[in-house]
Nanobody, 118 residues
Framework: QVQLVQSGGGQVQAGGSLRLSCTVS????????IAWYRQAPGEQRERVGY???????NYADSVKGRFTITIDNAKNTVYLQMDSLKPEDTAVYYC????????????WGQGTQVTVSS
C-alpha cells in the first residue's frame, strides 16, 4: 500500500523559512508527479505547486519566487522549501502523489501544520 508520510512544519516568524518533507513508501513506488496543497481555516484547499517526473515545476502566484519543490529520488522524498514566509502562508499543508489517465492514482499525506507569526 502506498503511503505518503509528511514531516517538518511548525511555527516560524514572518520572513523565516521552513522545509516540509513528503516520503513515499514503499521505496519501489516511482514518484511521477507530486503536488503540494494547503488549507487555511475556513478556506478552500489551494494548490501551492507541483513537480512532474520530468523535473518541471509550477507554482501558484501567491508563492512564486518564495517556495521551491524538489525531488530526491534516492530517498523517494519530495521537499517543499518555503522562504520569506508570511502570516497568510499559515495553513495545513498536504502532499499529493498523482497520476492522470490510464492507471491513475491519487495518494495524500497526512497533513502538517505551518504557522507564521507576524
Amino acid at each position: 500500500q502506498v503511503q505518503l508520510v509528511q514531516s517538518g512544519g511548525g511555527q516560524v516568524q514572518a520572513g523565516g523559512s521552513l522545509r516540509l518533507s513528503c516520503t513515499v513508501s514503499p521505496d519501489t513506488f516511482n514518484i511521477n508527479n507530486i503536488a503540494w496543497y494547503r488549507q487555511a481555516p475556513g478556506e478552500q484547499r489551494e494548490r501551492v505547486g507541483y513537480i512532474l517526473n520530468s523535473g518541471s515545476a509550477n507554482y501558484a502566484d501567491s508563492v512564486k519566487g518564495r517556495f521551491t519543490i524538489t525531488i530526491d529520488n534516492a530517498k523517494n522524498t519530495v521537499y517543499l522549501q518555503m522562504d520569506s514566509l508570511k502570516p497568510e502562508d499559515t495553513a495545513v499543508y498536504y502532499c499529493n502523489a498523482f497520476r492522470l489517465g490510464p492507471y491513475s492514482y491519487d495518494y495524500w499525506g497526512q497533513g502538517t501544520q505551518v504557522t507564521v507569526s507576524s
